[in-house]
């Protein structure tokens, strides 16, 4: 997070500091820098400069509005999961033409609204998928452009929950069901393959399987010898959440990926999520009780596992910081919790922190992908707050939630 640091002991996000915006903002809250959202974008469109992609943005990683429209303004388009997203994509101007759908199980009224709001490609999971758009598009009157996406049966080497691209994934067809299917697919005159897609799963560091799966769909392509309009390479760029971790560097895939979009005469298509939001926000939460364990001391926040998931969903690393630092210890080892009552509402165990007492603040960091969006009303609590910087200048993108609507909902 190049836009986070300490100016003497006061963490500032851009140029605010935290200290100051908590003496009239109430935790847990959710904030981002929309300087690093557009340093992100640029940055990843500098790296693939020559294949000049379409980067839709992978919208289930921070579903905001406000930041969708950030990132529409800088060009990007979407990549949807469900109608809801669709929908919020749109509302966001994005427009429909720079809009992908993906996801195994879209229902028919999702379908529909794909069709009828005319998005650039439905990314097909399965035949009946296929089956289903095609009918319903003969019902409208209509012919829809398709992607298939594929499961080209590459193992990213990441976590087994995050790993998508393998056999035993549920994502994608298999190449072999792919091909049969290739055979059948004139008898439906309302579709039109014009894309293929993959997307291998999340969080990846080392450019091997991305390089492994350009080659898959190099040889399909050439071997089936298929006219396609688009390829659309996914998403999955990891970031560094530690400092023991290494961002993936992309310049020599980036120089295949030209190279194979030249050859195939295809435009490139990429639905990057955590690598264009995860190191833009900090969830800033306050030390509400501290209890002696036995071994341990437990730093309980006032932020829960309903706020921030992905340590209980994935095991996740995500460094927690103090907002004013010092130079005292503390005597023991300690561990940040929530107040959800589930022993997996955990942070993360420090052998030695700062001194820390209750009522002082912390921020957990690299917390813009799949936080915000992944958060839930568990154990009765509103969503809370979002807040975008940019410089001295903050704005709410997202009010908590009302406890009295969530109580009469
Ligand atoms: C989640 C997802 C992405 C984004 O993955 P990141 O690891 O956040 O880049 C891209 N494409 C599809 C189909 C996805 O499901």
Known sequence: MQNLKYVGKNLFLERVSIQNFLKKN?????????????SNYSNFVKTFKKTNPLVCFAAKSNSNTHILRVLGKLGAGADVVSGGELLKALKAGIKPKKIVFSGVGKSEEELKIAISKKILLINCESESEAKLINTLAKRLGKKVDIGFR????????????????????KFGLSIKNFKS???EMDRFKNIKLEALSVHIGSQILHDGPFKKTLSVMNNLIKELKLN?????????????????????????????????????????????????????????????????????????????????MRPALYDAFHKIIPVTKNSS???????FVGPICESTCKFGIYKTYQKIKENDFVAITNVGAYGSSLSSNYNTRPLIAEILINKNKSTYIRKKQSLKKLINS
């Open 26 to 38: 109430k935790t847990p809250f959710y904030i981002y820098s929309e300087n690093q959202i557009v």
């Open 150 to 169: 594929l499961n080209p049966n590459v193992d990213a080497k990441t976590h087994k929950n995050i790993s998508t691209g393998k056999a035993d994934n």
């Open 181 to 183: 299917f290739l055979k």
């Open 228 to 308: 396609i309009k688009y390829v659309d390479l996914g998403g999955g760029f990891g970031i560094n959440y530690s400092d023991k971790e290494k961002p993936i560097n992309l310049n020599v895939y980036a120089k295949l990926v030209s190279n194979f979009a030249r050859k195939l005469k295809c435009q490139i298509i990429f639905e990057p999520g955590r690598s264009l939001i995860g190191n833009t926000g900090l969830l800033v939460s306050k030390i509400h009780y501290i209890k002696r364990g036995l071994n341990k001391n437990f730093i309980i926040l006032d932020a829960g596992m309903n706020d921030f």
């Open 329 to 335: 210890k503390m005597k023991s080892a300690i561990e």
